[in-house]
């Protein structure tokens, strides 16, 4: 669910360069590297990486001065990656204006409450310096500002960002942005920088009581450090406070919960007005110019009801008196000579009517809510797909009830034990088959043989962990806690479920009635929609392959690339470097000797001795400069150690598979929604076939027929549907809170 974060601190002199490490996940902070998830600076020519402008500006700001501001803000979880760097380069833009240096990063790791909750935020970090447009130096920009010669001075501070005000103006910039993402994403929620007293007078004058009654809640609010801490390191006050806040995020997961399903009711409740209206526009239809029609198309339906009922009294009749046989043949006759005379009438008249007049009355109407009505057809099939998956996964979600009480009562630590047992499986499958079928160089095998003994090592220990976690929470007390947490996920789960199937069947009664009340339009509006789908469609398929691409290369580097890369980041880069200047020696080796045995007969080389000379000479250096390359290689290998060797081979190696992981997951996305495109596609097709099939019906399209749709399709599905809803109201509020 998307809530509001945001937060304005500053950095003091010798903050700057620790904290682009820890917001890059560098150095110290590497441990971070993979929550990592996106980098964007803007910074001056001068300095060659992010960290040396922030180490600058340590060393060249005044002493207690403000090296940097920091914005934190918080992701709605809502967006795809691509939307929440759209999101937040749109937000950079807006407030900084191009008028700073900074440096940005995008964080996602596991909620410290939540471990199923992404805790998705940014770290937008700029020095307050505002730019001039003059170029300056290192040593300049830092200095204190020249109002007079401004290019002798540095850029000046804006003290703006230390008033109140700004900081109001930038949150309610930040709420209106996110807001606008949300809406275009078509999600109902919605985010407010006010208070919830605040938003609960909003709620109140804007007479959305559901919503004032949700607000009616204490804030959360918690130092996220307390979180991470180990129950027995707690004081008193923070063991307090900690309940607080569980106990107040239980109560706003709650009433959220009921909000929804309250909303669900009202959507219900207007659906339900809707048809009323709909009821009372056609019964109080008292146009004369149609009216002769309407109730000719009635007395039309009423004879055509009395000669069925005749034909089957005469089809029934084996013993039937001459009489009444007669009697029945006459009335037949005499019905169908009216049913033959209404039907010349309503020709007759329908050639009166200007051509098309009514038709294009009648359509004209349905086509101006046709693009809300299509794109409500098209959002009810996507949370039907979505309920449905939700249904689909509760099951499992229910089975591993013990798994998810254990991971919340060790704040997360079962489940990241479990991972890496499923990660070091995964691996020693991949190690033993290579080792037992000889699947590499000695080198290559050498690794293997080490890593099938430390993973193994490592399970042992990974195993003994999660025994003991069993163990501490088998006692009495504490199987008694993880009981009521099993039950409490339980009953949220099932209440979810309820919900979910109460969604299904209303998106599925939407577009039901949806189908059925979208009649033929112009062919445009369906092609326009569908070359766009189509656009999307390939654009997300090209993401797919290059994602799978990534994947690929890094699945399938080989051992060789990967202690290469372990050699250069122990050599701190020398390793590549001499590499490369290998390289560079042996290709001017091949062409000095190429160009020498161009001279091969005695003449050339007498005619050319001087030349030959000097290339001999180069090719001496040549080979000698290899030979010291060659000998550097060795003794960096030397100075390493075969066991440093082997454990950064072992850390690059699980990076190459985390990365590998990553752009699989990112691929499987990119062709979920690609499947998604399709099926909306092909939904689409279908509806248009669909309406391309009542042409005929469409062609004489009267005010009489669209009320005899109107009721055989409310009397085929709303019956059913008010009953279900019934039944469904009731399910959905038989809660305890």
């Not at 107040?248 to 959220?256: F, M």
């Not at 526009?281 to 055509?304: A, M, P, R, V």
Request: charged share 35%.
């Amino acid at each position: 669910m998307a809530n509001y974060h945001l937060n304005i601190s500053y950095g003091k002199v010798g903050k700057g360069g620790p904290h682009i490490d820890y917001i890059l996940g560098q150095n110290k902070y590497a441990n971070k590297e993979n929550e990592i998830k996106y980098t964007n600076h803007n910074l001056p020519n001068w300095c060659k990486s992010p960290k040396e402008f922030w180490v600058a500006a340590d060393n060249k700001e005044r002493i207690n001065g403000t090296v940097y501001k920091e914005i934190r803000i918080s992701l709605p979880n809502e967006l795809s990656h691509e939307k929440s760097i759209e999101l937040l380069n749109e937000f950079i833009d807006t407030i900084l204006e191009g008028k700073y240096h900074y440096s940005v990063s995008i964080h996602s790791k596991e909620s410290s409450y939540k471990k199923e909750i992404l805790n998705t935020h940014s770290h937008i970090m700029f020095s307050p310096r505002e730019l001039d447009g003059i170029e300056r130096n290192k040593d300049i920009f830092f200095k204190r500002a020249n109002t007079k010669s401004p290019e002798l001075g540095g850029c000046k501070k804006n003290t703006s960002w230390n008033n109140i005000e700004k900081l109001l103006e930038i949150r309610k910039i930040w709420e209106n942005i996110q807001n606008k993402y949300l809406e275009n994403e078509k999600t109902n929620e919605r985010v407010s920088c006010e208070t919830l007293e605040k938003q609960r007078e909003i709620a109140l004058e804007k007479g959305d009581h559901l919503l004032a009654e949700s607000l009616d809640r204490n804030p959360i609010h918690i130092n996220g450090a307390l979180l991470k801490k180990s129950e027995e390191k707690l004081s008193e006050n923070h063991k307090h406070k900690l309940e607080s806040f569980k106990l107040n995020r239980e109560i706003k997961e709650l009433k959220d919960e009921i909000l929804k399903l309250e909303r669900l009711e009202a959507e219900k409740s207007l659906k339900k007005d809707i048809i009323k209206e709909i009821d009372l526009k056609l019964n109080s239809f008292g146009d004369s110019k149609y009216q002769d029609i309407l109730d000719t198309h009635e007395k039309l339906e009423e004879i055509n009801v009395q000669i069925l009922k005749v034909e089957y009294e005469l089809l029934s009749s084996f013993n039937m008196e001459k009489n009444r046989l007669d009697s029945l043949n006459l009335l037949l006759k005499t019905l169908n000579n009216d049913k033959l005379n209404l039907e010349k009438y309503l020709d007759q008249f329908e050639e009166t009517i200007q051509e098309n007049e009514f038709k294009v009355y009648a359509e004209e109407k349905l086509k101006n809510s046709f693009n809300t009505m299509f794109n409500i057809f098209n959002q009810s099939n996507y949370e039907i797909k979505k309920a449905e998956k939700i249904l689909k996964n509760i099951p499992r979600q229910l089975e591993n009830l013990e798994t998810t009480s254990l991971n919340i009562l060790t704040k997360g630590k079962y489940s990241k034990l479990k991972r890496e047992l499923d990660s070091n499986e995964s691996n020693l499958i991949t190690y033993k088959s290579g080792y037992k079928y000889k699947d590499g160089s000695e080198k290559e095998l050498n690794f293997f043989k080490k890593e099938i003994e430390r993973l193994n090592e490592s399970n042992k220990i990974i195993l003994s962990q999660i025994k003991k976690i069993k163990s501490d929470y088998s006692t009495p007390e504490m199987k008694n806690k993880k009981i009521r947490i099993e039950k409490s996920i339980e009953s949220k789960l099932l209440k979810e479920k309820e919900l979910q199937e109460s969604i299904l069947l209303d998106r599925k009664i939407t577009v039901e009635i949806l189908r059925k009340t979208l009649f033929k339009v112009d062919d445009t509006i369906f092609e326009c929609y569908l070359s766009k789908m189509k656009s999307e469609s390939l654009k997300i398929n090209f993401k797919a392959l290059k994602s799978s691409e990534i994947y690929n290369y890094f699945k399938n580097m080989k051992f060789e690339d990967i202690e290469q890369l372990a050699l250069n980041s122990l050599s701190k880069g020398r390793y590549f470097k001499a590499m490369k200047e290998y390289r560079d020696l042996d290709k001017k080796r091949i062409d000095l000797q190429i160009e020498k045995d161009s001279y091969s007969t005695l003449s050339k080389k007498l005619l050319h001795l001087a030349f030959l000379f000097k290339i001999n000479k180069d090719l001496k250096n040549v080979n000698e400069s290899l030979s010291k390359l060659e000998k550097e290689f060795k003794e960096i290998q030397k100075s390493i150690g075969d066991k440093k060797l082997h454990e950064e081979i072992s850390k690059i190696n699980n990076l190459r598979n985390n990365i590998a992981d990553r752009y699989s997951k990112q691929s499987d996305m990119f062709k979920e929604k690609f499947k998604l495109n399709e099926f909306i596609i092909k939904e689409t097709n279908k509806l248009k076939r669909d309406l391309d099939s009542e042409k005929d019906i469409s062609n004489r399209f009267t005010k009489a027929s669209l009320k005899t749709n109107y009721i055989n399709l409310r009397g085929k599905i709303l019956g059913n549907y008010l009953v279900d809803f019934e039944i469904e109201k009731k399910k959905s509020f038989e809660m305890d809170f």
